[in-house]
């Protein structure tokens, strides 16, 4: 990697965190001016919600690893604190793939399944590092020439092939970054946005936004789907 690129990434980076700690700020003028009108508001800056009504999460992805000469991922939240991270997504082994916490502390474990008879590949999602038990989530890129706004699907354990359930569907572009997650009732359980900077910055493709409704998906499924779609498309 030349003097440059590293120049570049570290711009890229600096003007992310600033981005991130500008959005906390207008937060946090925006929860002062709410005390005056709720008094007793939580210093989540907004009215406590019922406990059946999550809200929604909002992080910014880059597609970038913090440990240098490492490609993978980096997920900030709202605050500007690192969320999720993915270190070991290496090119040339791509058989499996952890999404850990802030601290290291694996939370997923996606392994890639070689199917038979022209089905195509399967991703399997496992709890923490265990691919032992049973998978939780089983994804898979969509062959349908018929359907060509699903990128894939995804079903509950390990998918046989033929008679599994769709948890969710996968709609849109992941090349521009605009997917749609969505339930099996059609509700928008995720997002993938580009993101847009202040002042006329351009993130580009490797910085971008996913936005999550917690009542209809985990937030570290949703990332372990980002994760898939990059290794898809």
Known sequence: MNIQNIQTQFVLALILFLE?????????????????????????????PCKAEMEEEVMTVWKKSLIFNCN????????????YRVDNYMEGNKGSILLMDAN?????????????????DNWL????????????????????IFNNKCLAYVTAGESDGRNNETMYEIEGSYSRRR??????RRRLAAEIKRKE????????????RLVVQP???????????VILLDQMF
């Not at 700020?25 to 925006?30: A, H, N, T, V």
């Not at 993978?72 to 969320?83: I, N, P, Y």
């Not at 900077?197 to 971008?208: M, P, S, Y």
Request: proline content about 3%; some cysteine; charged content about 25%.
């Open 20 to 48: 991130l700690k500008r959005s906390e700020k207008g937060r946090l003028e925006s929860f002062t001016r709410m005390t005056k009108v709720y008094p007793n508001a939580s210093f989540t800056g907004r009215v406590p």
């Open 72 to 83: 993978g991922f980096t997920v900030f939240d709202g605050k500007g604190d690192l969320v």
């Open 104 to 120: 290291g502390k694996a939370l997923l474990t996606i392994r890639r399944k070689k199917m038979s008879l022209g089905l195509g």
């Open 125 to 144: 999602v496992y709890e923490g590092e265990e691919t032992m038990a049973n998978p939780r989530l089983s994804v898979k890129k969509s062959l349908n």
């Open 179 to 184: 997917c749609a997650v969505l339930d099996d």
């Open 197 to 208: 900077g202040g002042r006329g910055v351009a993130f580009g493709t490797d910085i971008f």
């Open 215 to 225: 009542n209809n998906i985990r937030t570290d499924f949703a990332m372990a789907l």
